[in-house]
C-alpha cells in the first residue's frame, strides 16, 4: 500500500484506469497506466446487476481475484458501501481483497434502496472507524479512498455538507476521499482546500483538462464506468453495421486500427 499511497503524492495527479475484467486491465497496463481501479457500475452490468449492491460480494471477489492474478500494476477496489452494514464483515471483505494482492478500496456514504440517499455522516464515521480499527488489529494496511456522493445526489448546499463530512471521515481514518460529480472550479478548489487528504474526482463532461485539475491541488482522477459505457455503445453501432450491411467487412476493417 505503501507504493500506492506514494502515487497520490507525486507531481501530477494520479489517474486510475477503472477496469472491469481481464483484458480492461491488461489494455491499461499496455498503455502504461500506473494503477487500476476497478468500477462497480461496470462489474454489475457486465454480470446483469444494477449498480448498488445488487451482485454478491462473492461475484466481485471472483472477478477481482481474475483481474489481481492478471496485473502486476496496484489494483484498487470499489466495494461500494462495503457489502454489509457491520464493521466487522466489512473489514472482513477488505481483508479477503487484501489477500488477493488488493493494495486499495473505495467506499461511499450512500445506500441504495429503491433510491440513493446518503447515509448519517456520524453515523458512516462510526461504522468507518470501526472498519479502521478492525483492519489495523489484523495488520492490513489498505488505502480508504472515501466516496462521498453529495455532488452525485445533488445536494442544495454540496460544497458545505462534503467539508462537513470530510473533516468526519479524516479523524475516522480515511486516507483519501472521492468526490464524484463535481465539476465546477471553485467547488473542487473549495474542498481541496478543506482538508490535507488527496482528493479524487471523476470523468465528467465540464470537469476541466488534468492541467487545470493539477493546478487546482486534485491528486486523483479516476473514470466511473464511462468508457464501459462508451464501449458499449460502440459494440451497439459495429453489429449495427453487420445487420445492416450483411456482411462481416467492418469488423475487420475496425480491427486493422
Not at 464493521?87 to 461511499?108: M, T
Not at 479512498?145 to 463530512?165: C, I, M, P, W, Y
Not at 458499449?232 to 445487420?243: A, H, P, S, T
Amino acid at each position: 500500500m505503501r507504493e500506492f499511497k506514494k502515487l497520490h503524492e507525486q507531481e501530477d495527479p494520479l489517474l486510475i484506469a477503472n477496469v472491469w475484467d481481464v483484458p480492461s486491465a491488461k489494455t491499461a497496463e499496455k498503455l502504461n497506466f500506473q494503477a487500476l481501479g476497478t468500477s462497480s457500475a461496470a462489474i454489475a452490468a457486465m454480470l446483469g446487476y444494477e449498480d448498488g449492491e445488487e451482485m454478491r460480494f462473492s461475484e466481485l471477489e471472483y472477478i477481482v481475484q481474475r483481474i489481481a492474478a492478471n496485473t502486476a500494476l496496484p489494483l484498487s477496489v470499489d466495494l461500494e458501501s462495503g457489502y454489509s452494514r457491520e464493521p466487522k464483515e466489512i473489514a472482513d471483505h477488505i481483508r479477503r481483497l487484501a489477500n488477493l494482492g488488493v493494495v486499495g478500496i473505495n467506499i461511499e456514504d450512500s445506500l441504495v434502496d429503491e433510491d440513493r440517499s446518503l447515509m448519517d455522516a456520524n453515523a458512516f464515521a462510526s461504522i468507518l472507524s470501526e472498519v479502521k480499527d478492525e483492519l489495523t488489529k489484523s495488520g492490513q494496511n489498505v488505502f480508504l479512498n472515501v466516496r462521498s456522493d453529495t455532488f452525485l445526489l445533488g445536494l442544495a448546499h454540496a460544497v458545505e455538507e462534503t467539508q462537513k463530512r470530510i473533516r468526519l471521515y479524516e479523524k475516522a481514518g480515511a486516507d483519501g476521499i472521492f468526490i464524484p460529480c463535481v465539476e465546477n472550479e471553485n467547488d473542487i478548489e473549495a474542498i481541496v482546500k478543506s482538508t490535507t487528504l488527496p482528493i479524487n474526482v471523476m470523468c465528467m463532461p465540464g470537469l476541466p483538462d488534468f492541467e487545470r485539475l493539477k493546478a487546482l491541488g486534485v491528486r486523483r482522477i479516476s473514470m466511473g464506468n464511462f468508457l464501459f459505457g462508451a464501449l458499449q455503445k460502440n459494440y451497439e453501432g459495429m453489429l449495427d453495421q453487420v445487420i445492416t450491411q450483411n456482411t462481416f467487412k467492418s469488423v475487420f476493417e475496425y480491427s486493422k486500427n
